[in-house]
C-alpha cells in the first residue's frame, strides 16, 4: 500500500493548484493499526481543478468518487474525499497553503482562533494547521514549500504557549455557567454538558500547549493531557466522572479540577 499512496501523491502534486501532499493521523506518527485510514492532506494554492481530482479519485477506486471542493465541509475543513482502493481507506483533506501559511503567522504573535466546523464538538483551533504540519510526513513537495514549513514548524512558539495557557480561564467561567443550569430541577442537562465539555477542552488545550505539544482536535486529547507530567492526579477519570454526573455534585467537581489545573500551569 506503501507504493500505492506514495505514486498517489505524486500524481494528485500533477493536478492545477496543488502544492503538496502529506500523510497525517497515526500512520505519520507511527501509531497507527493495520486497519487505519491512510489521511492524505492536500495542500493547494489559488485555483484548485476539483474536477481533475474527480478525475483522480475515480480512477484511483474504480468507481465514482464524490470530491468536496474548498469549502465544501465547512470553513476550516476545507474539503477532501473518502476513497476506497483495494478496501483500504485514504480519505484526501483539502488545506489552502496560502491560510495555514498566514494562521502560522499569527501562532507566531501569540493569536489563535476557533471556529465552528463540523466533526469538530468543541470547534477547530486554529494552531491545529500548523500542528498539522509539525506532525506529517511529506510525500510529495515539488517546490518544497510544505517541507520549509514543516522545518519551521519544529518549534512551538513561546507567545502562542502563553496565549493557550492564559485562555485556561474560559474554563472556570464555564463551569461558573454550568452551576444554575445543574441546580435546576429538572437538571438543563444539555447545557451543563456543553459548558462542562467546553471547560474540559480548554484545559486540555492548555496542557498541551504548557507542554509545547501540538493538538490537532478533540479525539484522544484527553488522554494525552492525563499523561503530561504535572497533570493532576485521575484527571482522565475525573473528566469521565463529571460529564457522566451532570449534576449540582458534578460541576463543583470540575471546578475543583479546573483550580488544580490552572494552579499547575502557573
Not at 77 to 88: E, I, K, P, T, Y
Not at 92 to 121: K, Y
Not at 139 to 151: F, I, S, V, Y
Not at 210 to 234: Q, S
Request: hydrophobic share 45%; charged share 20%; net charge negative.
Amino acid at each position: 500500500m506503501n507504493n500505492t499512496i506514495e505514486d498517489m501523491a505524486a500524481r494528485l502534486t500533477r493536478v492545477r493548484g496543488v502544492r503538496a501532499v502529506a500523510l497525517g493521523g497515526s500512520r505519520a506518527r507511527g501509531a497507527h493499526r493495520p486497519d487505519s485510514d491512510w489521511d492524505l492532506g492536500v495542500y493547494y494554492r489559488g485555483d484548485l481543478d476539483v474536477a481533475a481530482l474527480t478525475a483522480l479519485a475515480s480512477e484511483a477506486t474504480g468507481g465514482r468518487v464524490e470530491v468536496a471542493g474548498p469549502g465544501g465541509w465547512g470553513p476550516w475543513v476545507n474539503g477532501g474525499a473518502w476513497l476506497s482502493v483495494d478496501g483500504v481507506q485514504v480519505d484526501w483533506i483539502l488545506r489552502d497553503l496560502d491560510r495555514v501559511e498566514r494562521v502560522w503567522a499569527e501562532c507566531l504573535a501569540g493569536r489563535f482562533e476557533t471556529g465552528i466546523q463540523p466533526g469538530h464538538p468543541l470547534g477547530f483551533w486554529s494552531p491545529a494547521y500548523p500542528g498539522e504540519v509539525a506532525l506529517c510526513k511529506v510525500l510529495a513537495d515539488p517546490a518544497g514549500e510544505l517541507t520549509r514549513l514543516r522545518q519551521q514548524t519544529q518549534k512551538y512558539p513561546e507567545p502562542l504557549r502563553r496565549a493557550l495557557v492564559d485562555a485556561a480561564w474560559e474554563a472556570e467561567f464555564s463551569v461558573v455557567a454550568a452551576t444554575k443550569s445543574a441546580r435546576a430541577c429538572p437538571v438543563d442537562t444539555l447545557h451543563v454538558s456543553l459548558c462542562l465539555s467546553r471547560a474540559f477542552g480548554v484545559l486540555v488545550q492548555a496542557l498541551h500547549a504548557h507542554h509545547r505539544v501540538w493538538c490537532l482536535n478533540e479525539k484522544g486529547a484527553l488522554a494525552a493531557a492525563a499523561a503530561f507530567p504535572g497533570a493532576p492526579v485521575d484527571f482522565a477519570a475525573r473528566v469521565s466522572a463529571s460529564l457522566a454526573g451532570l449534576d449540582a455534585a458534578a460541576v463543583e467537581s470540575a471546578g475543583e479540577l479546573v483550580r488544580e489545573v490552572r494552579a499547575g500551569l502557573d
